[in-house]
């Protein structure tokens, strides 16, 4: 085991990990929010190049059920930022490209949809969902060529990893191997457009041991940060009905937290960490019912890793390199 690393920095504002939260509040001075936005979007494991029925886990919305409805994107950012009223909120707010997978069309549609983002007064930067198979060269162009036109504003790229094990992949129908995803990851850093890493804890079949494996896996490939997502059974996937068959069993609350506790312990704590547990629709959760409660989740994790004297990083390989000096925000 690895020595433990000194106590967690002060620019973590209190939390026992490297939140996104803190990041933001440190650079910009006070919280930022997501708008989360539906491009239009397909995928190719929807739209026939793969498959149609999308990954295992997908529902119909294509993991984009919170975006904000309508037809062009100035008109969802609009929407986004009027639904925060009257609540005071700084000034900076991200355009989160969630819906579907969102680099999946023709470069010239691409900018268009990234530019109205961009050009928004309020939006201080952009995140991209999509996955390391559509990212070709036209993309990553155009991307390179945004993040030099707007160097004030950043450009995130967020990829859907979920799980390094082959077996897990073709279970859940990701449709690419892991080398697809180290060839992404190695372009985006070329072009210096800083990564966040999509991981799903509790996948059919996966041990504690196989999820460490894979968190463990991303320390040396130094993305800039890492969402911790809770698997959700939702109504209408064809998760759901494996689920009602009885072949795997949604983790229970206290093993999710001892589950995530060991993966934060794990990570570099220069890694952003942009998400714990995630939100699963309450009118499509089938299972896990108590993840409804984020709040109860998120105090139920400070309080353990309180009680344990632990936080991210606690068990970090320092031999590793690692990535992003803390409080910067890259891109």
Not at 255 to 270: A, N, T
Request: glycine share 8%.
């Amino acid at each position: 085991m690895p020595a433990e690393s000194t106590l967690p920095p002060a620019l973590w504002l209190g939390k026992p990990y490297y939140s996104l939260d803190a990041c933001l509040k440190n650079a910009y001075g006070h919280k930022c929010y997501k708008i989360a936005l539906d491009a239009q979007m397909t995928c190719p494991n929807r739209d026939g190049t793969l498959d149609s029925r999308g990954c295992l886990f997908c529902s119909a919305g294509g993991s984009g059920d919170f975006a904000v409805p309508g037809d062009h994107i100035s008109r969802q950012l609009e929407a986004g930022l009027a639904l925060f009223g009257e609540k005071q909120v700084g000034q900076h707010f991200i355009a989160y490209f969630q819906a579907y997978t969102n680099t999946y069309a023709p470069s010239e549609k691409l900018r268009s949809l990234y530019v109205q983002a961009l050009e928004h007064p309020k939006i201080c930067g952009i995140s991209i969902a999509t996955r390391p198979d559509c990212l070709p060269e036209s993309v990553l162009e155009l991307l390179g060529e945004l993040r030099r036109t707007y160097p004030h504003k950043f450009i995130w790229i967020e990829l859907g990893l979920q799980t390094i094990h082959e077996r897990t992949a073709r279970l859940i129908r990701r449709g690419y191997e892991l080398p697809c995803f180290e060839n992404a990851l190695i372009k985006l850093r070329l072009l210096e457009i800083p990564a966040v890493v999509h991981v799903i804890l509790g996948l059919p079949g996966e041990t504690r041991e196989d999820m460490l494996e894979t968190v463990t896996y991303l320390n040396p490939r130094q993305p800039f940060g890492v969402k911790l997502q809770l698997l959700h059974v939702l109504e209408g996937t064809d998760l759901a009905a494996l689920y009602r068959s009885g072949a795997f069993a949604a983790l229970e609350k206290e093993e999710y937290l001892d589950i995530l506790v060991s993966c934060l312990e794990r990570l570099s704590p220069d890694i952003v960490i942009h998400r714990v547990t995630g939100d699963g629709p309450k009118k499509l959760l089938i299972a896990p019912t108590w993840s409804s409660d984020k709040r109860d989740v998120l105090n139920s994790l400070h309080r353990k890793m309180r009680l344990q004297n632990t936080w991210q990083g606690k068990y970090y390989d320092s031999s590793m390199p690692c990535s992003t000096p803390p409080g910067a925000i890259p891109g």
